[in-house]
């Protein structure tokens, strides 16, 4: 459960702590007062989408933490870590855009903040009501409660594949006349790479051949002067003659001292070293062969590839892949009717396939309907809605991507009416009720221990109100609730009941938590009941409200 919610600088809270307790939490105070804005933090520490303007005026950044409690032993687990008492989500949101996540003083990114969130606590907002207005989202809610995810993954595998057959008898399906121009165009091209004789690295060997024919005279000179310099002529000594003349010349003294052998010796390997470089120069010089129209014949090389390139790809390799491509689509299109014969085959196999796995995912699918029919149903007469029909209803298509099954919530709220599309006939406050009753029945299923509710009694008033807060008071005893609301009986059966507030100070706006006593959430109720000016007569009623929900809650222990 969530133990204690910490904010900094997030909107008009400069620094806040509210210590959630187990049950029913809920939160009241006037419109506008920032309870949006406590829920806005619960999600940015979940890793949900936010934005920079989140942070308040002349902060550079703002912070949250979340710490929790009797985490589920799967958390631990996915984080790779010894359970602990205590789990700890932080995040900072910086003003340039930057967010640094921490779970228990460890990096993470945001996206793994959200997917750990997701098992700790889920946020059900106003807008979740109108998801049920929206009829693809009935065959989500029906397979998240009917666990169908791993038949889906074996029905969306085989359909996959069944696809992927299409796709490759449709591209080898063609008119005869689109046929031949293509068998044309491929063999143009083939010929033309194949006249080409093209090589892996030709282009940057004959680049190089290139740059040596364009300087072979200066390259001559410089090698012929570097052997003549070493080696000398029949006129005349070269370094590796006087080299050898000045070792020479210490031959005679190199016995009378330790000095002069040591430089006879350096002479030697100078002698030799200069040695190895008359012989490479030498070699260096007979190497130097190229005819004089070898240059002419390397820049055709390089123009052909130049103009093959245009049209193929940009290097050789490019062009020989693309060469493989086109002999493999002439076979193809060639062998065309074999293939299809082939395929045709394996693609009645895949339907087949796909069709009985389509039929295992609807009769799951069917079977979990009658279930959730019956579950909404329950739920509902509890929340004063025992009038109600409520049906899912199926229809068939061809298998797609999500089966072969068309589903959507039908209902009926009056005796005698028939049955119809939830988005015809649901008032905001018949919403307010299918929706609670479908995250109650669908929360049962997973092991997220806290649930937040922002405003989802909106439209709802009277005997249902009552209803609803004694719905969220019995999910409130498996799970803890944290509830934002207008609605005095809501607040009444709370455990737990905190006051938004806001307030001014040296010209800045502040909005403050403070959990109630006894005393001051009869007042808070009887605010909730007639507006600022409370009278003896609210605080009556806000008192009787109180004695009934602790009433209510002792009937539920």
Same mark, same amino acid.
């Given at each position: 459960?969530?133990?204690?919610?910490?904010?900094?600088?997030?909107?008009?809270?400069?620094?806040?702590?509210?210590?959630?307790?187990?049950?029913?939490?809920?939160?009241?105070?006037?419109?506008?007062?920032?309870?949006?804005?406590?829920?806005?933090?619960?999600?940015?520490?979940?890793?949900?989408?936010?934005?920079?303007?989140?942070?308040?005026?002349?902060?550079?950044?703002?912070?949250?933490?979340?710490?929790?409690?009797?985490?589920?032993?799967?958390?631990?687990?996915?984080?790779?870590?010894?359970?602990?008492?205590?789990?700890?989500?932080?995040?900072?949101?910086?003003?340039?855009?930057?967010?640094?996540?921490?779970?228990?003083?460890?990096?993470?990114?945001?996206?793994?903040?959200?997917?750990?969130?997701?098992?700790?606590?889920?946020?059900?907002?106003?807008?979740?009501?109108?998801?049920?207005?929206?009829?693809?989202?009935?065959?989500?809610?029906?397979?998240?409660?009917?666990?169908?995810?791993?038949?889906?993954?074996?029905?969306?595998?085989?359909?996959?594949?069944?696809?992927?057959?299409?796709?490759?008898?449709?591209?080898?399906?063609?008119?005869?006349?689109?046929?031949?121009?293509?068998?044309?165009?491929?063999?143009?091209?083939?010929?033309?790479?194949?006249?080409?004789?093209?090589?892996?690295?030709?282009?940057?060997?004959?680049?190089?051949?290139?740059?040596?024919?364009?300087?072979?005279?200066?390259?001559?000179?410089?090698?012929?002067?570097?052997?003549?310099?070493?080696?000398?002529?029949?006129?005349?000594?070269?370094?590796?003659?006087?080299?050898?003349?000045?070792?020479?010349?210490?031959?005679?003294?190199?016995?009378?001292?330790?000095?002069?052998?040591?430089?006879?010796?350096?002479?030697?390997?100078?002698?030799?070293?200069?040695?190895?470089?008359?012989?490479?120069?030498?070699?260096?010089?007979?190497?130097?062969?190229?005819?004089?129209?070898?240059?002419?014949?390397?820049?055709?090389?390089?123009?052909?590839?130049?103009?093959?390139?245009?049209?193929?790809?940009?290097?050789?390799?490019?062009?020989?892949?693309?060469?493989?491509?086109?002999?493999?689509?002439?076979?193809?299109?060639?062998?065309?009717?074999?293939?299809?014969?082939?395929?045709?085959?394996?693609?009645?196999?895949?339907?087949?396939?796909?069709?009985?796995?389509?039929?295992?995912?609807?009769?799951?699918?069917?079977?979990?309907?009658?279930?959730?029919?019956?579950?909404?149903?329950?739920?509902?007469?509890?929340?004063?809605?025992?009038?109600?029909?409520?049906?899912?209803?199926?229809?068939?298509?061809?298998?797609?991507?999500?089966?072969?099954?068309? !589903? /959507?919530? $039908?209902?009926?709220?009056?005796?005698? %009416? =028939? +049955?119809?599309?939830?988005?015809?006939? @649901?008032?905001?406050? #018949?919403?307010?009720?299918?929706?609670?009753?479908?995250?109650?029945?669908?929360?049962?299923?997973?092991?997220?221990?806290?649930?937040?509710?922002?405003?989802?009694?909106?439209?709802?008033?009277?005997?249902?109100?009552?209803?609803?807060?004694?719905?969220?008071?019995?999910?409130?005893?498996?799970?803890?609730?944290?509830?934002?609301?207008?609605?005095?009986?809501?607040?009444?059966?709370?455990?737990?009941?905190?006051?938004?507030?806001?307030?001014?100070?040296?010209?800045?706006?502040?909005?403050? !938590? /403070?959990? $109630?006593?006894?005393?001051?959430?009869? %007042? =808070? +109720?009887?605010?909730?009941?007639?507006? @600022?000016?409370?009278? #003896?007569?609210?605080?009556?009623?806000?008192?009787?409200?109180?004695?009934?929900?602790?009433?209510?809650?002792?009937?539920?222990?």
């Amino acid at each position: 459960m969530l133990q204690l919610l910490h904010i900094e600088n997030i909107a008009i809270i400069e620094r806040g702590d509210i210590v959630f307790e187990p049950g029913f939490n809920a939160l009241t105070g006037e419109t506008g007062a920032g309870k949006s804005i406590v829920i806005d933090s619960m999600g940015a520490v979940l890793g949900y989408r936010t934005s920079r303007e989140l942070i308040r005026t002349g902060a550079n950044k703002a912070f949250v933490s979340a710490c929790f409690t009797d985490v589920p032993a799967q958390v631990w687990e996915d984080l790779g870590v010894e359970a602990e008492e205590e789990l700890l989500l932080q995040r900072e949101i910086h003003a340039d855009g930057k967010n640094v996540c921490r779970v228990n003083g460890r990096p993470v990114t945001v996206s793994q903040l959200r997917t750990l969130g997701s098992r700790l606590l889920n946020i059900h907002g106003q807008h979740d009501g109108q998801q049920l207005l929206d009829e693809e989202q009935h065959l989500v809610y029906l397979d998240a409660f009917g666990r169908t995810a791993s038949v889906w993954e074996q029905y969306h595998e085989k359909y996959s594949a069944l696809q992927a057959l299409r796709r490759k008898i449709q591209s080898l399906q063609m008119d005869e006349a689109e046929k031949a121009r293509r068998v044309d165009t491929l063999r143009y091209q083939i010929d033309e790479l194949e006249r080409a004789q093209l090589k892996a690295g030709e282009e940057e060997e004959l680049q190089r051949r290139r740059n040596f024919l364009r300087n072979g005279e200066k390259l001559i000179s410089a090698v012929e002067g570097a052997n003549f310099s070493l080696n000398g002529d029949d006129g005349s000594y070269g370094a590796l003659a006087l080299l050898r003349q000045a070792q020479d010349f210490l031959a005679p003294i190199r016995t009378l001292d330790d000095e002069y052998a040591e430089l006879y010796s350096r002479f030697e390997q100078a002698y030799s070293d200069v040695y190895d470089l008359a012989e490479t120069i030498r070699d260096q010089r007979d190497g130097l062969d190229f005819s004089p129209h070898e240059l002419d014949e390397v820049e055709s090389r390089l123009d052909l590839l130049y103009r093959l390139k245009k049209k193929y790809g940009p290097t050789v390799e490019d062009m020989l892949e693309y060469l493989d491509k086109c002999r493999g689509e002439l076979d193809a299109i060639e062998y065309a009717d074999d293939a299809l014969i082939h395929l045709e085959k394996q693609r009645a196999k895949a339907e087949k396939e796909t069709a009985e796995a389509a039929r295992v995912l609807s009769a799951m699918r069917k079977e979990a309907a009658a279930e959730l029919e019956n579950r909404i149903l329950t739920e509902l007469q509890q929340l004063d809605m025992g009038k109600i029909r409520f049906s899912v209803a199926f229809e068939e298509q061809e298998p797609a991507e999500n089966g072969a099954d068309t !589903v /959507r919530f $039908l209902m009926s709220a009056n005796v005698g %009416e =028939e +049955l119809r599309a939830i988005n015809k006939i @649901a008032s905001g406050g #018949e919403l307010a009720r299918i929706m609670l009753a479908m995250k109650n029945v669908l929360s049962e299923q997973d092991q997220v221990g806290t649930m937040v509710f922002d405003e989802v009694d909106t439209g709802v008033s009277g005997r249902a109100a009552q209803k609803v807060a004694e719905k969220m008071a019995a999910i409130s005893r498996k799970k803890q609730v944290l509830c934002v609301t207008h609605l005095p009986q809501l607040a009444a059966m709370a455990d737990t009941h905190f006051s938004v507030e806001k307030g001014e100070r040296d010209g800045r706006t502040y909005t403050q !938590v /403070r959990q $109630l006593d006894r005393t001051q959430r009869r %007042e =808070e +109720l009887a605010r909730l009941t007639g507006g @600022a000016h409370v009278s #003896e007569v609210m605080l009556s009623g806000a008192e009787e409200l109180l004695a009934e929900a602790e009433k209510f809650k002792g009937n539920l222990a």
